[in-house]
């Protein structure tokens, strides 16, 4: 059964998606359960506001690619890492919560072992989260991740990727991933960049090729 949305007080169109605002939680955690276990549309709620975005080809594409790139990276660096994708993170306490494009779990990735339900009360925020940012929403997400104590945040705009470390309850950009920490972001940009004109298997020789020489250095 469809969920009706309490009558907004505005209304935004933003690209690839519309922002809400004055929505209750109730009204979100029924749109939560209406479109459970469903990737399209990903929702994004901040106090109030509640954007709703509907993925496009180039947004999943780099996405997968990133996320591929992070398996390489743990696997070629013997990092044990362990991937929720897109779960939602919520808490009520905040009055926020968000779907990341990808998350990952490194330092706590043994307590997330056999996990088939995520409750913020008892279980850690994951340690690195993945957000595409080439549609430029409204809603400012660094200040949400913030608010759940997210340690590492990786942020692509379609062109470069950023890195933000958490320190002292805000984000400040750092040249090297905290949790693999012989990635930069020139050389995640790089990757990203090469694998849009190259064939996949080769592409991920060349990651892995870089990963082994780079641990020779």
């Known amino acids: 059964m469809a969920?009706?949305?309490?009558?907004?007080?505005?209304?935004q169109t933003v690209s690839d998606g519309v922002l809400l605002q004055n929505i209750s939680w109730a009204t979100y955690e029924g749109l939560l359960n209406d479109y459970v276990d469903v990737r399209n549309p990903r929702f994004t709620y901040?106090?109030?506001?509640?954007?709703?975005?509907?993925?496009?080809?180039?947004?999943e594409e780099i996405n997968e690619t990133i996320t591929l790139l992070i398996n390489l990276f743990a696997e070629e660096f013997g990092i044990q890492s362990r991937g929720f994708g897109s779960t939602t993170y919520k808490r009520k306490d905040l009055s926020r919560g968000f779907e990341p494009d990808s998350c990952f779990y490194f330092?706590?990735?043994?307590?997330?072992?056999?996990?088939?339900?995520?409750?913020?009360?008892?279980d850690p925020p994951p340690d690195?989260?993945?957000?595409?940012?080439?549609?430029?929403p409204t809603i400012k997400k660094l200040p949400i991740f913030a608010s759940f104590g997210i340690p590492e945040v990786?942020?692509?705009?379609?062109?470069?990727?950023?890195?933000?470390r958490l320190e002292g309850g805000e984000y400040v950009t750092s040249h090297n991933s905290l949790?693999?920490?012989?990635?930069?972001?020139?050389?995640?940009?790089?990757?990203?960049d090469e694998s849009a004109n190259s064939g996949r298997l080769e592409w991920i020789k060349k990651v892995r090729d870089w990963a082994r020489e780079f641990k020779k250095a």
Request: net charge negative.
């Open 3 to 11: 969920t009706v949305l309490d009558p907004p007080k505005t209304e």
């Open 46 to 59: 901040d106090r109030g506001d509640l954007l709703i975005m509907v993925l496009s080809a180039e947004h």
């Open 107 to 122: 330092q706590n990735e043994a307590k997330m072992r056999g996990k088939r339900r995520i409750d913020l009360a008892i």
């Open 128 to 136: 690195l989260v993945i957000e595409i940012d080439i549609s430029h």
């Open 154 to 164: 990786w942020r692509f705009d379609g062109k470069t990727l950023e890195i933000f």
């Open 179 to 192: 949790v693999l920490a012989l990635v930069s972001a020139e050389t995640i940009t790089r990757f990203v």
